[in-house]
Structure formats: C-alpha cells, structure tokens
C-alpha cells in the first residue's frame, strides 16, 4: 500500500514510495559526465534532445562533480508588521570538479576538447572540423583524442585564434591563456541501475574559474580540481 495521506501511514509496515524498486535508483557508475560546445544547440543539431550521437566528449577519472544553484532574493520587511516579503532575482550557478591526474589529456584539455587544435602561420587556430581517430597513441600510451567528437559537427565556424598556448600537447596548464576566455559546454547524463535514461542537463556557456593541484609527500594519486560559472542549465530531452 502506499503512503498517500497521513491517514493511511503506516511506518511499521510499508515505505512512504512503496512502487520503488532497488533498480531505479542513480548512482555515480550510472551517471556520465562529458564536455563539448558552448550551447545545447550546437551540441544536439538545434534539437535539445539527445540522439545517441553528438558532440560531447565523456570525461574520465572523475572523483567528484558538484552542480550549485543559487537565487538571489531580496527580503523585504515593513513597519508595523513581523511577516515579510520576497522578491526573487537572478539565479547564479556554478560546477567544481574534481579529476585523478593521469599520462593523458589533462582535465583543462578536456573541458575544451570542442577546441581542436589548427595548426596556423601566426597563431594555434581553434577550430571545427574533422578530427580523425577516437584514441590517440602519445609515447606509446593508448589514450582517449580529444578531437575525436567533432566527427558529428555539422556546423564548422570559427572560433578565437589563440595568441597565448594554454600548454604544450594535452597538458593545458595556464589558465591565463585565451583559449580560456572563450566558454565551454558540460553535459550530465543520468541513468538507473536498469541502463533507464533518468535525465540529462546541459550547463551552457561555461567559464573556468580557478584550477588547483596539490601535492604532498604522502600523495599516493595527485588530484586536479576546477571551479567554473555557467550561464544557465538547460535539460537535454533523452530519446533512450
């Protein structure tokens, strides 16, 4: 039976949600986190929804991704009177990450692995376009190509030509670089335990805040971490 009213609660024998099976729920094996262009538009062919391909580029090694929201609101009291009044302003979001530092694209690279590298005469030329194999070998290591997703673009437009490298290869250290001035997209795909699409959102419009690394002596793994602001969420319509 379940809860529907305070009449008919019964804690002893029933849950409050009693059609909930063990297999609905979202854990972080289930959940899949990946970056790819500034807007949900340019990611999905202007569709919102998610057809099984895309843009996105899944990021690995993940520890830790936190989503914050917050809405500024205005409190406003008057004389002769304890109750009070809201007026609610704009909402402000923003992501940290957390990511295991490894031989590979490093997490900065992979935020922006919408921005293929183009090689030009005066400048590194950010561009889409066709980018070539899913993995890439560096060194004889097997590891993930972040060009790789912009197979499926079907728009090609120009993007900033960086004047400052933001690292050497696929290791992007220098947040001071330009190539961080321009935004990035991340995606967030929810499924159960049963491989059942829970939800998706799109932080569009996303700019690296800060990036740390921090290693002691007793570092076993050395950890990257990011912060970054978003324009706004928008929820991706999952088609599976």
Same mark, same amino acid.
């Given at each position: ?17 009693? $059609? ?108 889409? /376009? ?61 499924? $159960? ?31 990257? /971490? ?15």
């Amino acid at each position: 039976m379940a809860t529907t009213s305070y009449s008919n609660w019964d804690f002893h024998n029933y849950h409050v949600q009693q $059609d909930l099976k063990g297999g609905q729920f979202v854990s972080a094996e289930s959940t899949l986190v990946a970056a790819g262009p500034p807007n949900l538009d340019a990611a999905t062919d202007g569709s919102g929804s998610n057809s099984g391909d895309g843009v996105v580029y899944p990021i690995g090694m993940l520890e830790s991704v936190g989503i914050q929201q917050n809405k500024q609101l205005q409190r406003i009291f008057e004389i002769g009177s304890t109750r009070s009044y809201f007026v609610p302003g704009r909402t402000i979001g923003s992501v940290s990450i957390g990511r295991t530092f490894y031989y590979g694209p490093s997490l900065m690279r992979v935020l922006y692995a919408y921005y293929r590298n183009k090689v030009g005469t005066n400048n590194s030329k950010f561009d889409v /376009g066709e980018s070539g194999d899913a993995t890439i070998t560096i060194d004889g290591q097997v590891v993930p190509n972040p060009a790789f997703p912009l197979l499926n673009t079907t728009t090609v437009e120009s993007l900033h030509g960086i004047q400052r490298a933001p690292g050497e290869d696929y290791f992007w250290i220098d947040l001071a670089s330009d190539v961080f001035a321009q935004p990035t997209g991340l995606a967030i795909y929810f499924k $159960d335990a049963n491989s059942t699409s829970v939800g998706a959102l799109y932080c569009e419009e996303s700019y690296i805040q800060g990036h740390q690394m921090t290693v002691s002596s007793g570092s076993v793994l050395i950890m990257e /971490g990011v912060s970054m602001q978003y324009d706004r969420i928008r929820p991706i319509k999952m088609i599976s």
